[in-house]
């Protein structure tokens, strides 16, 4: 009863939502964001370029077609063509060492790379639109208790009128009456400000506008128990900068082995057919060429492709202590969070409300005056506002969190590889 109250207050004091809009759910958000926000064009266009880079890679190199004329346009008996020779043959390189199929390795690892870091901007605008999300349905919340605060400062300044009129009461009483509801008014007004301005940066994650951003449909105050740290750090491994700083080190891995391939010379293989115009006669012709290897000439690139793999290896261990670390750290938050949006649900705000309801009863049987209960008022929406802040951080931490143990991601992702290597 009392969330429908806030919804109508809320309505009422912007202008009136139009109840023919949808509100907008967490999940909503999330998919409007993923549709539309140009950092994923980018990353997924980086995915596309490196498959068909991939599929460059995995290609043979054409076979080359030879003519050549010998024993023509010379002097005597070889002036003219008379005494030509033609000669026409077919050659095609053939990549030793397995070549070809190690560059399509290092193609194919390179856009696995890709693929994580795409999964990693998309977990990382996520995260950002739930922060986004909840600190609008926070903003929300704050109007609705400021306008209960300017409604419960106008009866109380209306009461201490009477009073005062009635010769019950001194005028200060009014006056203090006149100032709590002019602050009243003031919170309402900068907790208006506040939520438009949460509206336009949820809205601008998807590229729209605060007028696309009506009621939210969530519960702030539904949060959910921390889990225990022992529990979450095994999901790290699942984390895409931990997937991508792996793939790294097998593209980095791939592509050692491809140099290492590159001390194996290739081989030109020809045949073909020589054509003898003064005789008439024809015979076939074969050739090989393979390059001679004196001394290797490729050192330097296999010996950087060996010192970028131990370097991936080492970024690898690097990414995998600061996820640790942050785990630690996000986790200490989120049950600190929890325990501060706990504390406020079941004693803070029950005691608020305790005194204020004793300050209203004694009040209006006299016995308090307008400045205890103005005292009481502001003293419960004090509260209110806190437990408000508190279930927010929850939330913030919350997705945090979420974001670095979220799992489900690998396998769509692999099959998304595996489909560009066919």
Known sequence: MKKV??????????????????????????????ENHPALSVAEA????SRAEALQAGLRPNP?????LENAAGSGAFSGVDSAEYTFSISQTIEMGGKRSKRKEAALRSA?????????????LERITIRAFYSTLA?????????????????????????????????????????ELADAELDLENSKQALESAKIILASLWGGTAQEVGL?????????????L??????LTQHPDALQAEAQVRQRQAEASLENAQRIPSVDLGAGVRLIEESGDQAFVFGLSVPLAFGDRNQGNREAARLRTLQAED????????LTQELVETSRAVRTAYSQAISFREKQLPSARLAFEQASDGYSKGLFGSLDLLDAMRGLFGQEIRYVDALLACHQAQAELKSLTASGSKNELKTKTIEGEK
């Open 230 to 235: 022992a529990s979450l750090v095994g999901r």
């Open 315 to 322: 970024q690898y261990n690097a990414v995998r202590l600061a």
């Open 139 to 179: 903003a929300e919340a704050r109007v609705s208790l400021s306008a209960q605060l300017v409604g419960m400062a106008q009866t109380v300044l209306a009461k201490a009128e009477q009073r005062v009129e009635a010769g019950r009461a001194h005028a200060l009483e009014a006056t203090k009456a006149t100032l």
């Open 5 to 34: 109250l806030y919804l109508l207050i809320f309505s009422a004091l912007c202008g009136g939502v139009s109840s023919a809009a949808e509100p907008l759910g967490l999940e909503q958000a999330i998919v409007k964001v993923a």
């Open 64 to 68: 080359i077609l030879s003519a050549e």
């Open 46 to 49: 980086e995915v596309l370029a």
């Open 112 to 124: 696995e790379v890709a693929e994580w870091n795409l999964e990693g901007r998309r977990r990382a």
């Open 216 to 228: 939210l449909a969530g519960d702030l105050e539904q949060i959910p128990e921390p889990e225990p």
